[in-house]
């Protein structure tokens, strides 16, 4: 069973089975090793006599630092549908996490077993959107939800783990990362061109224009307000609403079927606790009156037409939201002598904050390969090539950089590289999405007024001149850049990576897609 389904097999080098780390935790079985590059080993803790699951990372150190901040965040947080962390060490040449072991699979290996019927579905996708709800409240982002980390256990017991916050990223990326786990617990496919996830998941199916299909096109009897709830989630043109009221959306239609699931995908008698397997049980039922569409009465939306408004349903949720929304606007509003209805004078909104055009909704700026170039400052130039696959629409390929040595930072060979962007004409940005095969890069964006030439005295010059908008991000396969000004034009525009993941025995980088959104 994998405790972290990438489906990577042992690296060389590391611990063997039989060794005991701090003088208590006791290797049995290595089992895995995520898309980090991470071990992750099934062990005993001695003192306590319990099975628990560790995760080494090579080095400790500075290579090691999120992890191990990650998982003094993460120890604070006690929920059931989150991974009890009950240690991490730090011993420089290695580091590693010690947590719950979950007796079970992960949502990935149930997939690979047959889609999960709607109600086994909402089972999951409720545990997974209540936990995201205990990290968002400790006010930690996941920032890494895929069918890999998403763990079932024997007992049925639904347990997110593995967080890789994604520093400044928002939490909604958590929230529309539900969606997609939605919609490939009802389909076996990954949305990969909305949402980043591992490589190895097939990817959705798609029309000859590229958009997703939804799940009722893709297998029969999907439950309507499933099929809607999934889709609406995962359209970047719809805002989605904080993870504690999908949560209690969730909790109002789930039954609690997950008890009558076998929580071994592959059972050897290939039934389940009640002699049926979760993919033979019958046509989908609707399981509540869910509806994640505007009411009738309401204006039109600015979503292409055919789409339904992602909305908190159920009246009395709605008119709570919106008498908060109208109260903390009455409290920001600007009296008439200019100052806030708190009496500062000084008050502003908070720095990178983008405003958007009144009544728009961002759409994708379509991008050819001309377009797109890498900028190597320092480099020899010979890491140029693929770059075309960046605006391609597919995430099954990407551009490279060589594999570096010694050190994250370009093994100290050059300050970085980036990817330089020409929009063609001043346009009004809204955000820059990068995807990547890994997470454990570094990067941030940057603006400037021209492009002097793809050349080594060209890319030093990008690299003195473009200014960086906002903070840089780190970790995390998906990093989405905002905090554009709505009342400036770009032209030009760069993705800066200034570290880079590890990869076997070094550090390389793989960018799949590249997406600019703008009015």
Known sequence: MTQVGEGRGAVSGGPVAGEILAERYQLEQHVNTDSAGRQIWYGVDVVLRRPVAVIISYPGGHAAAQMMQTAVEASRIVHPNLVGVYDAIDEQVRAYVVREWVDGASLHDHIAAGPFDGARAIAVAHATAAAITAAHASGMVHGNVHPGTVLIGRDGRVVLTDAR??????????????????????????????????????????????????????????????????????DRNLSVPPAEILAGEFARIDTGAQETYDADPHPATGSGPHGRHPTDSGPHTDTGPLRLRAPATAAPSAAPTGRRVLLGVGALLVIGILGLFVGLNVLSSPAPDGTGAGGDPGASPPAGDSTSPPGASPEVIPLTPDQVRIVDPGGDRTELDGVETLVDGDTGTGWRTDLYRNDSRFGLLKPGMGILIDLGEERSVASVKVELATSGAVADLRTGQSDPGATTEGDETVLETYQQLGEAQRDGSTMVFSGFDSETGYQYVMIWFSELPPDGDGYRLEVLQVTVEGY
């Open 165 to 234: 916050p994604d520093g400044p990223v928002p939490g909604e990326e958590d929230v529309r990362a539900v969606g997609a786990i939605l919609y490939y617990a009802l389909t076996g496919y990954w949305p990969h061109a909305e949402l980043a996830g591992p490589r190895h998941l097939p990817d959705a199916v798609r029309d000859q224009a590229g958009a997703l299909a939804s799940p009722r096109l893709v297998r029969a009897g999907v439950p309507e307000h499933l099929d809607n709830m999934s889709m609406d989630l995962l």
